[in-house]
């Protein structure tokens, strides 16, 4: 176990469906993130809560649509989506980032996504 | 733009050392991460560069130098288990916002 943890760990789904990622942490962090990995190629993040206030928003499709309730939980929720995303999902965990310090990332192991 | 450069593929001999290397050019540098990351896993923390030199911990290392844009991970005594990818990030300042760029990744082979 991270501290991170992510449900479902796999997903399957067609373009019509409605579906949810879930993220929860229990670290003490006030910032959560989305981020988007695909093959060989950098981490795209997709989304960042500090606070609980969504802070970034990288020009994600709005088929893409997070919601953060409290510190502790952080959703994806998804919709009418494309073959082209499917990726690996990851959630991460920090202090807010700020100019000392490393605040380092903790990811969950993440939401493998299947766009049929 | 802001960039990362790191090779995406590298091959080793257990017991051996290994070195990986990542580039970046970016604006606002505030710190510079190296993270794990097997397969099917989470990536996990290694270490975190914000000044010129050489951290050490265990049997990983990790070195920066900010004048040249260069940092690298060595790996000393290989294991089968360090078989996984390699992450290089670079936290940079936007404004009074902090990001993180990161690389594609190293992927890391171990062989007998």
């Known amino acids: 176990e991270t501290g991170v943890t992510q449900t479902p760990r796999h997903l399957v789904m067609g373009m019509t469906n409605k579906k949810s990622l879930k993220c929860e942490q229990h670290?003490?962090?006030?910032?959560m993130y989305w981020y988007k990995q695909s093959a060989k190629k950098p981490l795209e993040l997709m989304f960042v809560y500090s606070l609980e206030e969504r802070v970034e928003n990288n020009s994600v499709p709005s088929r893409f649509s997070p919601e953060c309730p409290n510190s502790s939980h952080l959703f994806l929720h998804l919709h009418t989506l494309q073959p082209e995303d499917s990726a690996l999902y990851l959630c991460?965990?920090?202090?807010?980032?700020?100019?000392?310090?490393?605040?380092?990332?903790?990811f969950g192991a993440g939401s493998r996504l299947t766009v049929l | 733009g802001q960039n990362i450069d790191q090779p995406t593929e590298m091959t080793a001999t257990e017991g051996a050392i290994v070195q990986i290397n990542c580039t970046y050019q970016?604006?606002?540098?505030?710190?510079l991460f190296w993270y794990q990351q097997h397969a099917g896993e989470a990536p996990t923390f290694l270490s975190y560069n914000v000044l010129d030199g050489l951290e050490e911990k265990g049997r990983f290392s990790s070195f920066l130098s900010r004048s040249k844009g260069y940092s690298y991970l060595l790996l000393k005594e290989l294991q089968m288990k360090d078989s996984a990818s390699y992450l290089c990030a670079v936290r940079i300042r936007v404004d009074s916002n902090y990001q993180l760029i990161w690389g594609a990744g190293t992927k890391l082979i171990i062989k007998p």
């Open positions: 991460a965990s920090s202090h807010r980032q700020g100019p000392s310090g490393a605040n380092v990332l903790t």
């Open positions: 970016t604006s606002g540098f505030n710190g």
């Open positions: 670290l003490g962090h006030n910032a």
